[in-house]
């Protein structure tokens, strides 16, 4: 259901009208941001900065968000 969800909002936001999308982003991103919060309340971080959840000195979940919130780099014309 969730992965439906999320895939759903991706085409939605590729290819919808710019007003669609706009409303859609304003109704759906504190949902993702809630849904991400609750990921992590899973994950607590040990004083040491370990993850509990994980059982490693760093925390895949955070890791993985982490990465996909990069900014999005511009591809140049020369491919790098
Ligand atoms: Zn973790």
């Known amino acids: 259901m969730l992965r439906q969800h999320l895939a759903m909002l991706l085409i939605e936001v590729q290819n919808g ?3 669609d999308v706009l409303r859609l982003a304003r109704s759906e991103t504190h949902r993702l941001v809630g849904a991400v919060l609750a990921c992590l309340r899973a994950h607590v971080l040990a004083p040491s900065g370990s993850c509990t ?3 490693l000195p760093e925390c895949l979940l955070r ?3 982490s990465l996909a919130l990069l900014p999005v ?3 140049l014309p020369n491919g790098g």
């Open 17 to 19: 009208e710019d007003a």
């Open 53 to 55: 959840t994980c059982e």
């Open 63 to 65: 890791k993985e968000i």
């Open 73 to 75: 780099r511009p591809v």
